[in-house]
């Protein structure tokens, strides 16, 4: 969707511009996009597949704009976040495809944007172990006051390949059970792509890799929804913002919160990143009503 705004946008620039008196002959063609994706090597390769076919919550473009101000055509370098794809988050994959993209900007002086529309780095759960596990309470008639271990009984435990839990034989109720030191999730197909501290270390990868795009080339990222921790922190790392009026900027959700301030203060996301905020204190540099 946003490729096909971004021509329709550039017919309207051309035909505001004949109607304003412009010599300029208007371009056979004005906007050209090809795909950036991994190839055999790891190195991004330009390629055309059909819409939607992605399996990665993040897609680059090369793009080739022809303004009436060049109408030879610019490139730019288009990276977006693809929200139907687990919420837009960022995996190893996404954190991966992103820091090729940007350097493949780098490497060629082309401005880099990114459409920004996320929910942060992506933090999961080894779902395939969920069913299984089980709470020594420290009172079972009272479970408010807490638990003492977490396990999974010996038959649960030895149904799963070795990796896939850390755990220590212990004795629950008179029968020998597995105490979880650590959950790996090793092999699971839930955990495939990551799930919590590898994707935290992408984040910083793409952080750092934001910073020296500044440095380098124009960076701009167009806030076109939510977009939370990371998702929030590459665009205050870049340039320019742009922000639309429904896409907060966020580290985290009002509800987490106000959980943890133990009362109600917030109502909204767009309390702690809404142009409201962002606006005055500089972070958005341009606010639309929307795409």
Request: aromatic residues 8%; hydrophobic residues 35%.
């Amino acid at each position: 969707e946003i490729l096909g705004m971004m021509k329709v946008e550039l017919i309207k620039k051309w035909d505001a511009y004949r109607a304003g008196g412009g010599q300029r002959a208007v371009p056979e063609s004005l906007f050209s996009s090809c795909e950036l994706v991994p190839g055999e090597g790891g190195e991004l390769v330009e390629t055309e597949r059909a819409l939607g076919t992605n399996a990665v919550g993040v897609l680059a473009w090369r793009c080739t704009l022809a303004t009436p101000e060049y109408p030879g055509g610019r490139d730019i370098v288009l990276i977006a976040n693809d929200v139907t794809c687990q919420a837009g988050s960022f995996g190893v994959a996404e954190d991966d495809l992103f820091q090729k993209a940007s350097e493949y900007a780098r490497a060629r002086g082309l401005p880099r944007i990114h459409v920004a529309c996320n929910s942060g780095a992506r933090v999961g759960l080894a779902e395939e172990l969920k069913p299984y596990i089980k709470a020594k309470w420290t009172d079972v008639e009272d479970p408010s006051k807490g638990f003492d271990f977490l396990y999974l009984d010996e038959e649960d435990y030895k149904q799963f390949a070795e990796g896939t839990v850390v755990a220590s034989e212990a004795k629950c109720d008179g029968k020998t059970v597995y105490k979880l030191d650590a959950i790996i999730g090793e092999g699971l197909k839930s955990t495939a792509g990551g799930i919590g501290v590898e994707n935290l270390q992408g984040s910083g990868l793409i952080a750092g890799e934001t910073s020296r795009a500044y440095n380098e080339v124009f960076t701009l990222s167009y806030v076109t929804g939510r977009s939370v921790g990371i998702g929030a922190y590459l665009n205050r790392l870049g340039q320019r913002v742009i922000q639309m009026v429904n896409g907060p900027m966020i580290l985290t959700g009002f509800g987490a919160l106000n959980k943890l301030l133990g009362k109600k203060v917030y109502t909204s996301q767009d309390q702690l990143g809404g142009p409201q905020v962002m606006v005055p204190n500089g972070i958005t540099h341009k606010l639309v009503q929307s795409d």
